[in-house]
């Protein structure tokens, strides 16, 4: 025989049911938050990880750069009747490698060893940072600077595959070739995006508030 149920018991029953589901859903809502934080930090630290390679990166092919500049003045003024046509570094250094003396010979290994053992694998570990990244080439509709650093990446990501071709083609076993540019008067390819390292400092500032 079954029992009725006064309506202060059935008004328990759906309390107590009422209860426990706003406890099931205010787990699950915390739950959600842990998880959205912990996804928010892990991409802020991918972030982090892209502006050191950045960072790295710029100082590597400035510190370069200043040894190109020094072996070029160097190589203009012992060999100004030899110069060739078209100006540049890499067409420099090449056209006079066969009369570098001991102190040119050295600037240019110097030079070839931050392309080979600096630039290099910086470059590969972007362009694996890149490939691993789901959160922040893709435009869609994120706002300004987020938008902007999508296109960014997206023209990183080229240049570096571009960078790593030539080097493949023009460094191993080829001793008078140091540097591989891509934007230069040689023109072989994208240059690196302009204005990354602000772009992505915004982003990081807007992420940190």
Known sequence: MALALGSDAVAGIVAGAVVAALGYVGKETVQTVRDWRSERKQQLVRLYQLQALLEASHTAFKVQRTQAGRLEQRLRTRHRTQLPADSGFERVFTHLYAEFDSVESELHNVIRAYTEHALRPLNQ????WLRDDVDHRAA???????????KQLNRLDSHLRLWL???ETWIPNQPNHALVYLADEEG???GFPTGIEDTLAKVLSKRRD
């Open 188 to 190: 072989h390819g994208v």
């Open 125 to 128: 570990a972007m362009l694996t």
């Open 140 to 150: 869609g509709r994120k706002p300004g600077s987020e938008a902007e650093l999508a």
């Open 165 to 167: 071709a030539k080097y």
